[in-house]
């Protein structure tokens, strides 16, 4: 009787929902999506190809490297390819993939229905995809750059590296850059007002707090990297500006200082995403709370400063004055602080519950294992004197996959499989899952380990080949042979996606028992996320019982509103219409793009930038009717 | 754990004692970092060994089960586990604050005893220019009669330092002698200086470490540290301006060099050729390797060198000069008895 | 199900024009990356000071201050309108917006006349040395940033004149005027270092 009546009120008010946050459909709507589930999923399966891009690129330099004088790649092609590949992993995956992953997640984690600029969430994806496509459009140019993935000059300006390569890198990260601070913007304003009541500070989610730290990272990190990029080396090399030129007044280092400001921080807008990854699991399929918190938490925000504060940590070898050398060496070590402490927190976490060896737990598992031996490499090289050899070796080669595969790509290989359900609707396969575990994970070993060794036994780095008889020959076939088993790991985990996106088993909204509130969204979710959204009164909502939970009353359904909820306390604050799905953000891209692309040509083309990327503006803020609840 | 241990034992071996290792030092730099780094990896290994060894206790307790602790309902291990726990975290991260103090103190100590301050008196001064993809190398005096021009090779005395000024004459390269030194970077427009010492006479590979272009991979250099009386002896030979050829070939081979683009380029002290932008190759049949560290030094490759440089180095900077048939011997003969 | 406590929020209000809306938020973080690109280059600028013992360089005449100064005045004087033009969006009152958006494009107006006066007299280029190529660049940067502002004004201008606004262009208008707070805040240490910063750190002439 009375149960009936709520229940076809519930689904009238759910139909309601539907037809408001639905999304557009067909090749012209598909242009103007602006869910943030969609684009997360956009986002990440776009950063996955560029992975086996930049993946068949390694390969090809593992080839080239197998043997000693070796002919399979020219010195310039593998100049190229090297450049491509660590351009491609840093720029077009490793930071996109996590802001594909936050995108998704995050509103899912605070109980709210979208990000906070839904329109420049899809803007930000378009210039990334317009970067990338920009980026490997090069190839059929002749226009690849070949200057190292941090391009230094002289040897990337105007006199050393003619052609059209530098600049189309210089751009390329231009285009990335701009996504991933309309990432951070709507991120941060997304998590620091649009949490569900009762979600104060203390009740965020470890990757949301990750993914907060690290937008504010990027928010001031990125500037540097595009003055390094588009303003000083571009300039320098297509109007004559002087940044760098020694002859007149300016200087090389000047560039690595800029560069690694932006670099340093980087490498922790990468990994931190992953360290919140690894504690939402870890707190899962450990099946207690995270012990520690307050001390994750504060990690991370230490990590967050920190990270600006030793980028000359990279430039050891240029001969520095030697009390600044101290204090560098003093702030790179202290910054194992931020991650020794959370590593300890993990461990006390996992010895104490009840663990649940999934797939995604080995991987955690495996990320302790590498990303603890890569990070104690990271302590040895932070020690200037024993850098002095290390630098520009294998050995770092060896210290930053260990970091960035072992700290980033498995916490979110792991983090895939355990959101898999989430983002599908099934399970993925555990036997395959585990099986595409034990074959990275020996693969990833067996190819780098080995270079440790390389980079002391004298190897450095960028080199297309060596000669016989230095006793290099044997790592460097171990490191092909394990670099191949990589990639047979990959396909098994690839096949894995395949074949449960279509047949794996059916998840219920919360398989793994996870304590966050996106595991209270169906799974997958819904285009509106929650029927009704949340309130809180703890970190673990959805380990308490569900039917008691305080749900919102009193938003529109017949428009896209959300609450606003203050920043501290997360109380109630007033009501926001979200927009509608728009093209213009496509639009503006391409008006921008192209501007940019000419750019590489000609500096006026900024102007026609400018003149483009003004109109796509204006049509995008134009007013329309109704008034009220358009943006 | 390691997978592996034996292939790996094997190469370790086989790299320890290559040409070019920072694992098997021959000065007092090399050794005390080497040193260093031994203290880091010993401390690298017992922090990995327990982390693993905690992880293996997590999954151990796993299969027993805890089931002391009513984990089911509350997601919470009883208090006193956890202030046991707070014990522990909070201890094990101020002695990783300590161990890190300590390495900081150790690095900013040894850091002092390898830098240009701590150079002893009475060292020799060598100037190295950094060029793609070759070295010049100049042996600073305040006789400018006694400075010594030559390339891709540096004799140094043993148990005496030696002060490099490094600078580049294009891109940054970065100058690097495993078994001696860690590198120092040649940005142009600026000198960096550091010393080195060999303790034991020997061949030192060295490289170029800064990512410079197409053939950064072949800019290598060869170290001689031989006894100071040895040392003296090529010296004195380096001073002398190159050898007059005494038979009809080699002196044929001479015109050949004099007659055709080589002079643009090359340097061959006591004769017309002062070229500046190739290496100087007054007392080049002395030299052990062509084409930085690309060769070794004999005639076979030396032909090959000339007569098709861009094949041997591709894009190195020499290009190919077409001699005239016949004149080929002769300018090897000649070259070769550049001692 | 009837069970679920209920968290009513139909009375709070909607699309508050203020400090508090999303919008404002973003507008913040924007500034702050653009805030955090000039602050860059004013370390170059003093970083590439350290590299020479000359500066400017010879031959480079010292900058003139008198016009820069004197185009301060137009420049702080258009925070006034801008802060009419806001408070008219907050209390929803087209005159206020009409006149302060007004306002603040006739001020800057005058600045940017200011400014081009000042530019021109310059006797070097982007391509004379360091010197140049970084006063240029702090220049360019923060002219292309007044100029998208100003765009930026005048459309907002025109979509209130022609009536066409909700909470949503009062939002617009109110987050107009902290750019413009900013691009006027940042311009006083932009000032001093490029118009002073060569008299007092220009030792060796
Ligand atoms: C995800 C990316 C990532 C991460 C997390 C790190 C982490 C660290 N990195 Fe790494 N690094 C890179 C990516 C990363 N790095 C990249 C890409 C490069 C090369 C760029 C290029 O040249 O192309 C690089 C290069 C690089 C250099 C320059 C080397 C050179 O070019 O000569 C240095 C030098 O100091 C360094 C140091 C460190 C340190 C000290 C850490 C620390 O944060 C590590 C801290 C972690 C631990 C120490 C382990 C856990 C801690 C404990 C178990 C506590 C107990 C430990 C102790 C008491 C020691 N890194
Ligand atoms: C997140 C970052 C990231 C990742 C994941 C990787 C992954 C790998 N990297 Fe890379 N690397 C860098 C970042 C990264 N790298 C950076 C920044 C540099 C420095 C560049 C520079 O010096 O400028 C570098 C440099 C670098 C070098 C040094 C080059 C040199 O100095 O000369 C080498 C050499 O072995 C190497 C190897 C590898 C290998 C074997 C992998 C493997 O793990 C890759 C495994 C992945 C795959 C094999 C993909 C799966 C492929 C398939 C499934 C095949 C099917 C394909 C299709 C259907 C299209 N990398
Ligand atoms: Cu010179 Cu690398
Ligand atoms: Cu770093």
Redesign the interface.
Known sequence: M??SK??FAELQQTDELEQTWKEPKGFLGSLAVVGHKEIGKRYIVTAFIFLLLGGLEALLMRLQLAFPENTFL???RY?QIFTTHGTTMMFLFAVPVMEGMGIYLVPLMVGTRNV??PR?NAFGYWMYLAGGLFLYAGTFFHALPD??WFA?P??SGP??SPGKGVDVWAQMITFTEVSA?CV???L??TI???RA?GMTLNRIPMFCWSMLVQSFMI??A???V??ASS??LL?DRT?????V??????????YQ??FW?FGHPEVYIIFLPALGMVSSMIETFS???L??YP?LVLALVANGFLAFGLWVHHMF???LP?VG??YF??AS??I??TS??Q???W??T??????R?TTALHFV?GF??IF??GG??G??V????????????YFVVAHFHYVLIGGALFPLFGGFHYWFPKFTGRLMDERLGKCSFWILF?GF??TF??MH??G???M???????SA????E??NL?ATVGALTIAVGGIVFIANVMRSRRHGEIADPNPWEG?SLEWEAASPPKSYNFP?LP?VDNL?PA?DDI?????????SDDRR?I??TSLNAAE??????LPKPSIWPFVTTLGLGIGLTGSVIAFSWYYVA?ALG?IG??GW???R??????? | MRRCTLPFLFFLANIAFGQQSALDPAGPQAGRIRSLESLLFGISVVIFVGVIGTLAVALFRRRRGIQQEPLESTHRPSAQTERKLLVVVSSLSAVSLLILFALIVVSVVTGREISIKSLPRDSLVVEVTGNQWWWSVRYLDDNTQRIIVTANEIHIPTGRPVVIKGTSHDVIHSFWVPNLHGKRDLIPSRVNTEWIQADRPGRFRGQCAEFCGLQHAHMAFWVIAEPPAQFEAWRRQQLQPAAEPSDPVRLRGQQVFLNNACVLCHTIQGTTAAGQNGPDLTHFGSRQTIAAGTLPNTIGNLGGWITDPQTVKPGNHMPQVPLAPGDEQPLLAYLEGLK | MTEARVLYVGHLPDQEVSNHGPLWFGQVLLCCIEGMMLCMLIAIYFYLRLGVDVWPPPGTQLPSTPVPTLALIPLLLSIVPTYIASAGAKRNSRVLMLAGLAGNLLFAAVFLGFRYLEWRSFNFTWQTDAHGTIVWSILFLHTFDLVADLVMTFVLLVIIAIGRYGPKQRTGVHVDSVVWYFLVAIWLPLYAVIYWGPHVVGAGR
Request: net charge neutral; glycine share 8%.
């Open positions: 009375n149960s709520t229940q020219d010195p310039g100049n906070a600029f420049l200057a190292g230094y002289p040897l006199q050393f601070l951070a913007v709507e941060i304003v620091l007002r649009m009541p928010i001031f990125m500037p540097a595009m003055i303003v000083m300039n109007i004559g500006t002087h940044f030129n020694p002859a007149e007044g300016g200087d090389p280092l000047l200082h800029i400001f099946r207690r709370h012990f520690g001390a070898a240029t001969g030697q050398e101290a060496t003093a070590m202290m194992a602080i020794g402490v590593i300890f927190c461990l006390a996992l010895c104490t519950g009840r663990l060896t598992f302790i294992f603890v031996l104690l490499t302590v040895m932070a020690s200037i004197p024993f850098d002095l050899q290390a630098h520009d070796t020996v070993n067996l380990f080995p060794f390389l002391l036994g004298g450095p780095r960028r080199v297309y080949t060596y008889g230095m006793g290099w044997l790592p171990l304590a009704r309130a673990w380990w039917s008691k939970r305080t749900v919102i009353e009193g938003l509103e609450l606003i109630p604050h007033h009501r926001h219409t400018a003004a503006f204006i803020f134009w007013p009717r109704p008034l009220e609840f358009t943006s």
